[in-house]
C-alpha cells in the first residue's frame, strides 16, 4: 500500500490510529497520533481566539519535534503562514526578517523564551546571544494543557504556508515561500527514497523527515543521540553530516538507511556510515527552495571516478539544466512557489556550478555567496553590513576548507590608516557577538585584496588569503 503523501491528509490520518505512536520521547515515552491530532486542533482553537485571521503570520521558534508539526497543522487549517524563527541569528536579522514578514504573534517554547529573555545575561557568559523574541511582536508560549475548541477551516494547497528566510541583506533579507502543495511534493519524494512504511521507527529532527513518517504511519524520534538510536532501531535516520560525524565518533551503530542532508557529504562520511551498520547511507541534495533534489547512496558515489562531485540523480518532478554561466537551475514540483514579494518562479538557480549528465548532478564548485559550517548555511552579504564600525575600512566574511567539506568562517578585516589592532578588536567586540550562528572561527586583521574597476574586495583572494594565513582567534566576547 502506498503511503499518503499530502500534507493537507495529515491531521485525518493522525485521527484514524489515534492509539499508534507519533512520538518516541526521550525516556521511552510515547505521543500518540490522537495526541498530535488533538494539540493541533487545539492549537488552531486557540489561535483563532487570539484574533489570528486567515493570511496572517506567526513566528515559530521551537525546536523540531511534536510541537512544531502541531503549529504548522494549525496554521495550515486557519491559513495561516509559519515564519520559521532562529532566535541565534543576528538580532538585526531577527528583527528584520520578521518585520519583512509581518509577523504577529511568536509562539516560543519555555526553554528558548528563558534563553532570550530573563537568563540571556547568563547565557551571554557562555557567548552565546539570543535575539529578542518580541522584537517585532508579542511571544508567547502555547499551555501544555489546551481544550480543543471550534476553528475554521480555511486550508488551501496553493496558499502560503511556509516562509524560511535564507540570503539578501541584513535589512531586508530574502525569504522562501512554500505552500502546501509544493510541500506534499517534496514529501512524496522523501516517502519514495527512504521507502518509510507504518509501524516503522524514524529518528530525524528536521520537519521534512517529520512528515513524511508521519503520514505513513511510522512513529519519530527527534533526539539525535547514539542512546537513541540504539533503542529505537530505526529503519531510516535522518542527520545532518555534522551530527553523523558526531555519532560515530561516539561509537554509535546504525540500522536501516541513513541519509545525510543540508550539507555535502563525502564519499568517506557515508562509508565510515555503513561500516558502523548502515544497511545503506545516502547523501541528498537539496535547497531551501527545492527539499529534496536529487540523492546519491554511498556505492554510487564511490564509484564515480569522473571529475566534479556526484550529488545524484534527480527525484521524480524534479528537473534540471545549466546556465550560460555554468550554474545550476532547477524546477520541479518539490520548488517554493517565489520569493516573498516577488512573482511567481519558474525555476529557481542553486549558486552551484555543474554539469547535468542525464538525470545525474555532478557539482564542480560553488557560485553563491555563502559558507556552509555544521550544516548552516551563512550569508555574508546579511552579516557584514553590521561590522563596519569605527576603524573598520573593509570587512568581509569567508569560508575555508575545514575538515570532511566543512568549512571554517573568517572574519578578514582591514582597519582604517592609523587604527591599532587592539582598538580594532576592541570595536569589533560587540558586533562580532551580535553575529550569533555566523560568528567567525577566526580574524584575520590584513589588507583585503581589491578588484575591478569599482575596487569592490576580491572574495576569491581573500579566501585563499584567509586559508593560507595563520588566522588569529578573536577573544571571545
Known sequence: MTAP????????????????????TSR???????????????????????????????????????????VLLASMRLGLRVVAADPRIAPQVFASSLRLAGVRLMITEPLVRLAAGPAAPIVGLFGIQLARLDSV???????????????????????????????????????????????????????ELTGVRRGDSVVASTVFAMLPALLAGAA?????????????????TYVTPPQARDLLEHGARFTGRVFTGSAPA?????????????????????????????????????????????????????????????EIVVAGSAMCTRYLGGDRLAEVATGDRGVIDGTRVILHGRLKDMILRRAVNIYPGLHEPSLHVAGVAQAVLVGVPDHDLDERVVLVVEPEPGVSESELRRSLRGPI?????????????????????????????????????SAMRMPRC
Not at 513566528?59 to 512544531?68: D, F, H, Q, S
Not at 524560511?164 to 506534499?184: D, L, N
Open 266 to 326: 563525502s564519499t568517506r562520511l557515508l562509508t565510515r556510515l555503513r561500516d558502523a551498520g548502515a544497511d545503506e547511507a545516502w547523501s541528498v541534495y537539496a535547497l531551501t527552495e527545492a527539499f529534496p533534489v536529487a540523492a546519491v547512496e554511498s556505492r554510487d558515489k564511490a564509484d564515480f571516478d569522473t571529475a566534479g562531485d556526484l550529488v545524484g540523480d534527480l527525484m521524480p518532478g524534479m528537473s534540471a539544466r545549466t546556465d550560460c554561466a555554468g
Open 137 to 191: 511582536a508579542p511571544a508567547t508560549v502555547m499551555p501544555r494543557r489546551l481544550t480543543v475548541r471550534p476553528s475554521p477551516d480555511h486550508s488551501d494547497s496553493d496558499a502560503d504556508a511556509v516562509l524560511v528566510f535564507t540570503s539578501g541583506t541584513t535589512g531586508r533579507p530574502r525569504a522562501v515561500v512554500h505552500s502546501p502543495r509544493t510541500m506534499s511534493a517534496g514529501v512524496a519524494s522523501v516517502t
Open 5 to 24: 503523501t499530502d500534507i493537507a491528509s495529515l491531521l485525518g490520518e493522525l485521527r484514524a490510529s489515534p492509539h499508534a505512536a507519533a512520538f518516541l
Open 28 to 70: 521511552s515515552g510515547v505521543i500518540t497520533r490522537g495526541d498530535l491530532a488533538d494539540r493541533a486542533l487545539a492549537v488552531a482553537g486557540e489561535l483563532h481566539s487570539r484574533g489570528l485571521q486567515h493570511g496572517d503570520t506567526v513566528g515559530l521558534a521551537v525546536r523540531p519535534g511534536p510541537e512544531t508539526v502541531a
Open 433 to 469: 557577538a551580535a553575529l550569533g550562528d555566523a560568528r567567525p572561527d577566526d580574524v584575520l586583521i590584513t589588507t583585503v585584496p581589491m578588484s575591478g574597476r569599482s575596487r569592490k574586495p576580491d572574495r576569491v583572494a581573500t579566501a585563499a588569503l584567509a586559508a593560507g594565513a
Open 220 to 236: 519519530v524520534a527527534t533526539s539525535i543521540d547514539r542512546r537513541t538510536i540504539h533503542r529505537v532501531s530505526p529503519q531510516f
